[in-house]
């Protein structure tokens, strides 16, 4: 099985930076990602890590560290649109080949 | 990336009714899954969609409530069958596509079918 433990609440300013983080234990490691959920919407893709470091795409980056089973999304210049639900998620080989297990996601609200 | 279109995006179901929900990929698709977000939780798959065989199931989900199909690369179907309340949910179907550049294969969701029991 996989634990994925992530912060359940957080909350920032407007124009600051947070940063998310999530630990995880699994065998098997195929990669780490971070989806944003809105309320009463579907969650999107943010961020793909399978090797070591940071990846920068705009405002948000992602950084992995596999020896410590460690991820953390980093989200800049925040926007009261950025206020929603950040999953990670681990893929791991399964009975299923490849496929993806959550984490209970943490609600980020952006205050002015 | 890939276009995922679900149907129904909406539904309010009768006790012990079934209902079939339909996933349809604008473009051949090696994988696809399904998954299940319950009213505060996070998102919990519920099985791989193998197409030309049956679906996998993950522990806790089994085939006669949830029967999946998969007749080809680009279309799934999923049902369930016998609700109950507690099957209240959004159900998700997502597919492991190209992401574009050099990030290789990512998991994509469609826009989700929400069903409440009553």
């Known amino acids: 099985g996989q634990n994925i433990d992530q912060p359940t609440e957080m909350t920032a300013t407007e124009g600051a930076i947070v940063q998310i983080n999530c630990t995880y234990q699994?065998?098997?490691?195929?990669?780490l990602f971070w989806y944003q959920q809105h309320a009463g919407e579907a969650p999107t893709f943010l961020s793909y890590n399978v090797l070591d470091g940071l990846e920068e795409k705009g405002r948000f980056s992602s950084f992995l560290s596999r020896s410590k089973g460690y991820s953390y999304l980093l989200l800049k210049e925040l926007q009261m649109k950025d206020s929603a639900s950040y999953l990670c998620a681990v893929s791991a080989h399964s009975n299923s080949g490849y496929a993806l297990n959550f984490g209970k996601g943490t609600s980020l609200l952006v205050t002015p | 990336s890939a276009v995922i279109s679900q149907k129904p995006s909406r539904d309010i179901c009768q006790r012990g009714t079934s209902l079939t929900i339909q996933c349809q990929v604008d473009?051949?698709?090696?994988?696809m899954f399904w998954y299940r977000q319950q009213p505060g939780q996070s998102l919990t798959l519920i099985a791989t969609a193998n197409q030309g065989s049956e679906a996998t199931y993950e522990s806790g989900f089994v085939i006669d409530k949830f029967p999946i199909s998969r007749p080809n690369l680009t279309f799934s179907t999923l049902t369930v069958s016998n609700m109950s309340p507690e099957d209240s949910s959004i159900y998700l179907c997502?597919?492991?596509?190209?992401?574009?550049?050099?990030?290789?294969?990512?998991?994509?969701f469609g826009e989700g079918s929400w069903l409440t029991v009553v």
């Open positions: 997502s597919v492991e596509a190209r992401a574009g550049g050099l990030s290789g294969n990512t998991i994509y």
């Open positions: 473009s051949q698709v090696t994988m």
């Open positions: 699994t065998s098997g490691f195929n990669g």
